[in-house]
């Protein structure tokens, strides 16, 4: 069981600066690919950004030149900084890793529970 726990959503003015974390725990062999989706109400979950364990990066265009992924792979921990933020970036965020557990050896796929990101004009 491989968890992932989410953190640093908030209220923030248009054209600030927001940094979300997002932590896996439990019995974790490797990650291979992290990933933050968004959710805005009424409209379907989209891919936000991607990052592999190699560090291979893919962003949706419309964040792209404005939000960065990175992870620290020692601490199990994928981050996404927002910047220049808009006010059509409000939504839920969640973040996904996927990559396999220790022991059994099984293939792993967790969500986060979520965290909201506001930004106001």
């Known amino acids: 069981q491989v968890q992932l726990v989410e953190s640093g959503g908030g209220l923030v003015q248009a054209g600030g600066s927001l940094k979300l974390s997002c932590a896996a725990s439990g019995s974790i062999s490797s990650i291979n690919v992290m990933r933050w989706y968004r959710q805005a109400p009424g409209n379907e979950r989209e891919l936000v950004a991607t990052?592999?364990?190699?560090?291979?990066?893919n962003y949706a265009d419309s964040v792209k030149g404005r939000f960065t992924i990175s992870r620290d792979n020692a601490k199990n921990t994928v981050y996404l900084q927002m910047n220049s933020l808009k006010l059509e970036d409000t939504a839920v965020y969640y973040c996904?890793?996927?990559?396999?557990?220790?022991?059994?050896?099984?293939?792993?796929?967790?969500w986060g529970q979520g965290t909201q990101v506001t930004v106001s004009s």
């Open positions: 990052i592999t364990s190699a560090g291979s990066t």
């Open positions: 996904n890793a996927a990559g396999v557990t220790r022991g059994s050896y099984y293939a792993f796929n967790s």
